[in-house]
Every structure is written in C-alpha cells, then in structure tokens.
C-alpha cells in the first residue's frame, strides 16, 4: 500500500528541509574564503549580534506568523547558512570544548542528558537523528516553560504559543526568539519539531548540521537566562504510576515475542520502507530495557501508521503529506474523530470500536496517560524513567496496541490479496504461486496474526479505563468501599448512634431508585446491597465510544447558555432538561433489554 512511498514532505516542506540544505551545502563549500566561524563563539555558543545583522535589524512591531512568502524564502536561505556553519562547529569540535559547554549548562541536567544525546546523534544507528531530534525539541519546549514562569504563571500548552508570548520576548529577545521560530515554531519556518515529532519525517530527510544547530540554539537560549537570573523554577515531571496500575494486566510481554515482531514488520505493506527502521529501532530498544527510549521513537511511528490507514480506507491520499501553512496536519484527534454530518470516517470501522477507545484511552482521555502529548511537550523525561516498571507497561502497552492495528488492518485491507490468492491456487501452477511476493507476504502475515492472537484478544477483552464515565464509576466503587467498613468506624460517645437511619435511606434509595435495575428484595441487609451494586459497577459494560457524553456536554453548555442573565429563556432550558431525561431512560432500557 505505502511501500514505494519515497516521502511524506509536502513541496514546500522537502524543499525548505531537504533541497534548501543541499544547496546551502554546496555553495558553502566553494566559499573558500579564511573567514572563521561567523555566526558561533570559540565556546560553541552563537553570536546574536550576528544573527541580528542577518535578520536585517527586526522592528519593534515585528510579528513572524504575519510575514509574507518572499519573507519566508529568503530568510530560510540565510538561516540555512548559519545552520550549516553552527552544526559543522558542532560535529568538528573537540571533547575538551563539548565538555566545557555541558558543564556550563549543568542546570539543564534535570531536563536532558546532552552527553548522551550527542553520542545517540553519532552513533550513525538506524534513528540517530530522529531520535535526536525528538528529544532535543521535547527537552527545549519544557525548557521554554520553565522560563516562562519567570514572568508568567500558566504555560501555553503548544510551542507555537509559548514562542509568541511577551513574557519570553521579554527575557530572550526578538532575535534569539525570532531564531528559535524559524527552526522549531511557525510553520512556513523549518518547523522540524512538528514534521518529526507528527511522524512525517525519515533519517534521510533530516539534515545533520539541522540536528547541530538544535544543540547549540539550546545552550545558548540558557546563556542567556543565566546572564539574567540566579535560577529557573523546574516544574515536577508529570507521574504515570496510577495509569500504570490500571494498564499492567492488559497485555503480556511482548520481549518472549521478540522473532515473531520483527517478521511481521518485514511483511506487513503499511509502513514504508524509509519508516521500518523506526519500528525496528523502536522494538529492539524495548527489547533492550529502554522503554523511554522506546516511546520517544514509536509515538510518532503511531500516529503515522494510523494516518496511512485513515487516507487509505477513506480515499484521500492527499492527506499523507505534511500540511502547508494554510491546511492543517491530519493528526490524531482527526484520524480517531467521530462520523460527522453524514460523513464516515472509516477506520473506524476497519480498526473496530474497541482498538478504537484503546487508543483513546492511552491517547486523549485527560485522566488518562496522554502520553503522547506528555512526552512530545516534554512533560515527562523519558531518560530519567528508562528502567521504571511504569514506563515498561506504558511501552508495553503502546507497542501492543501499534501491532494491533497493524495486525487487524492487514487481514482486513488484504482481503482482495486473499481472492487473488485463491485464483491463483485454482491453476495448479506452484511457479506462479512462489513467484508472487504479495501472496507470499500474505501468507506470512498470516501466519504470524494467527500466532499473535492473544493480542486481539486483549483489545476485544478490554473495558475503557480512562474514560469520565470509567472514571466515574471507579470512584463510586471506592465510596462504596467506605460505605462497606462503616460499622467498623468508632461512634461518638456523646450521642445515641446507630445505623437505623442509614439502613433506613438506603432501603428508600433500594426500593424506590435501584429495584428495577438490581433485583434486590426487602430482606438484603445493606451491606449485601451495597456488594450487589458493586458486582453491577464492576461487571457493566458501559458504551463509551463518541456516545453517552458528547449529548450530555452539549446539554449542558445549552443550559449554561440560556441560564445566562442576558437570555434568562427558562422554558427552554426545562425542554432541553425533558429531552435529555427522555434521551437517558431510553438508553437505561435499551442497555438493560441487552443485559
């Protein structure tokens, strides 16, 4: 389906990433002038003095999204310039000035791990860059937050935001913050964080000395806060040990699988060949014990992959490409969205309902790990949780839901290969059938789905553990919990206590509200009763897939609305009410017909 795809870079973004740099590189070198190094100080640090003469003096009133085309092409031009020389000074320098310039920036040990950063981008493996880069922009951004609080007090969520604030224009300046844009925050720029971290990007497509220049921008973004203030506050890295709990018992590991793994990612026909190396990669460093490591390259492997099927099943396959500045990417929240207006999304219904919410679960729902978004905007440091039992679950899991999706999307798009199979067997001819490498790759595939079975069994086993009405229901159980040891609590000296009343309100709540739904009788003590509804919270197979919550969220924000002083319309606010009773009961009978 997608392996001859040569690269998922719009025009615009493979020529400001890839032809831009090329030439860049050869008019560099046949400059033979003896001019050092320009734009970067003998420290390794960039001068912005520099910079500000390439800019051509930037005006007060200066706003980088609200530039022209023309603008934009020639300032990448120069800005290609200063990247080839800052990331040359970079890779040529010495052990003694590396050192020198970690050391100087220490502070940031809590946010990255430069030494090891720097040896993963040349070590020349099969996602150096990649994965150089993905942590580079993720360590950058939390970086940028920090020092926002010195001025400000709620972090924008988005690096773009977070570029455009007075506060870090402030402390910066424009051109140190201009700079910063133009390779990781605007999307006529370079824009390398989104292209990266949205999955769009292969290592030939990332330019070394791009990588370079990361590094260096970093540590003289912090030169900079250290010339100003004693100390950064440091915001505490975000704890998935809750989710962890919730998830462990999902999936088994898949490091016993590890033969069976890496044949299907040889014979599957929906990663491209630039991108296999990345699962690969991926993979092996699950295998390896670096789950952090593991997530920081198959997150955005994820979203890729769900892409490419997203554009295939629902024939727009002008989508795989990253946007331009007036489209926007097709991301997550579109590819996993709802039917609207009559319009199907259709992986939907190829991936099935339940991978569906799995997906959700690991990826969107706020109670939930998010671990997407935490990771990629540096909320969660995947170095320093290498070897938790958190991050192997977590790994664990996103790893077996992304064979999920590969091994459910296989059988079902590869339907049309399995009749020209059967075709082909009806001739009797073996030579035929050993030369067709699609059938043979079917065949394969098919035998590893078989031997993997257990993990869609998981997925169709699985009941939504993040979900407001999952969440819901899991605090209930633990108030009904308290409700279970209450005659155990010490009673008041003082007063004449006892559980007549109580006994009392729980049988009204039986009788009147719960009968129908429990089946209790009158002679179930309350402590029976309250086990019973436990057993029906536990055991309740709650439809929560794009259902019951979005009506109610929308009854809401309509009641809010006619509530307000200005429209004070009550009666519509009691048909809205009447409606959404009416909704409700009819989903409380439909779901008690089914059970």
């Keep these: 389906m997608v392996s001859d795809i040569d690269s998922y870079l719009s025009s615009y973004v493979h020529n400001v990433l890839v032809d831009l740099p090329l030439q860049k590189s050869t008019e560099c070198s046949n400059d033979h002038s003896s001019e050092a190094y320009r734009f970067v100080t003998d420290k390794l640090l960039i001068k912005w003095e520099e910079i500000d003469h390439l800019f051509g003096d930037l005006t007060d009133d200066f706003i980088i999204l609200e530039q022209t085309p023309s603008w934009y092409k020639s300032m990448l031009w120069n800005v290609w310039r200063v990247v080839h020389e800052i990331g040359k000074a970079l890779l040529n320098s010495t052990l003694k000035q590396r050192s020198e310039l970690w050391e100087m920036n220490s502070n940031l040990k809590t946010i990255i791990d430069f030494d090891k950063c720097f040896n993963k981008l040349i070590s020349n493996s099969g996602d150096s860059k990649l994965q150089t880069v993905l942590m580079l922009t993720s360590s950058l951004e939390r970086f940028l937050g920090n020092v926002y609080l010195l001025k400000g007090k709620i972090v924008p969520f988005l690096l773009r935001d977070l570029l455009l604030t007075k506060e870090l224009l402030e402390i910066f300046g424009r051109v140190p913050i201009t700079f910063t844009q133009l390779l990781v925050g605007c999307p006529l720029g370079l824009n390398i964080r989104n292209v990266a971290w949205h999955g769009f990007l292969s290592e030939k497509e990332i330019h070394l000395y791009l990588v370079g220049t990361l590094f260096i921008l970093f540590v003289s ?4 806060v250290n010339s100003k203030f004693q100390a950064v506050p440091e915001r505490e890295p975000v704890k998935l040990s809750f989710c962890s709990n919730l998830l462990k018992e999902t999936f088994p590991n898949l490091s016993e699988y590890k033969v069976q793994i890496s044949d299907i990612l040889n014979n599957t026909c929906i ?16 295998v390896d014990c670096r789950y ?15 892409r490419t099927i997203y554009c295939h099943v629902n024939a727009c396959p002008n989508r795989l490409l990253t946007a331009e500045a007036t489209d926007f990417y097709t991301t997550l929240d579109e590819i996993l969205s709802p039917p609207d207006k009559g319009c199907n999304n259709q992986i939907i219904e190829t991936l099935g309902s339940n991978l569906v919410e799995v997906l959700e679960d690991i990826l969107f729902y706020l109670e939930g790990p998010r671990i997407r978004d935490k990771i990629s905007h540096g909320e969660f440091n995947v170095y320093d949780n290498n070897k938790s039992d958190v991050t192997f679950v977590i790994s664990n899991h996103v790893l077996s839901i992304a064979l999920c999706v590969m091994l459910i999307t296989c059988q079902k798009l590869n339907l049309h290969e399995n009749t020209i199979s059967k075709s082909i067997k009806s001739d009797n001819n073996k030579d035929v059938i050993d030369k067709c490498d699609g059938y043979n790759k079917h065949v394969k595939l098919c035998n ?15 009941r939504s553990k993040f ?10 159980d633990n108030e009904l919990n308290k409700l279970v040891l209450w005659n155990q609590l010490p009673r008041p000296n003082e007063y004449q206590f006892t559980s007549e009343i109580i006994m009392d309100r729980v049988c009204d709540l039986k009788l009147i509200l719960l009968n129908s739904i429990f089946n209790c009788d009158k002679s179930m003590d309350s402590i029976e009763f309250i086990i019973t509804v436990q057993n029906f919270i ?10 019951f919550l979005k009506y109610t969220l929308k009854c809401i924000e309509n009641v809010l609305t006619y509530s307000s ?3 004070n319309q009550w009666q519509e606010i009691i048909k809205l009410i009447m409606e959404f009773i009416d909704y409700t009961l009819t989903y409380i009978n439909k779901k008690l017909q089914s059970m």
């Design 538 to 547: 536990k055991n309740i197979d709650c439809l929560t897939l794009h259902r």
């Design 271 to 286: 990663i491209s060949k630039w991108h296999r190396q990345f699962w690969v990669e991926a993979f092996n460093n699950f």
């Design 292 to 306: 952090g490591e593991c997530l920081l390259v198959l997150l955005p492997q994820v979203e890729h992959l769900l």
């Design 565 to 567: 002083i200005e429209r």
């Design 221 to 224: 973004l912090n030169d900079i």
């Design 448 to 462: 590893k789905i078989s031997e993997l079975s257990f993990l869609k069994q998981s997925i169709f086993a699985y």
């Design 467 to 476: 979900h407001p009405l999952s969440y819901l229901l899991r605090s209930v």
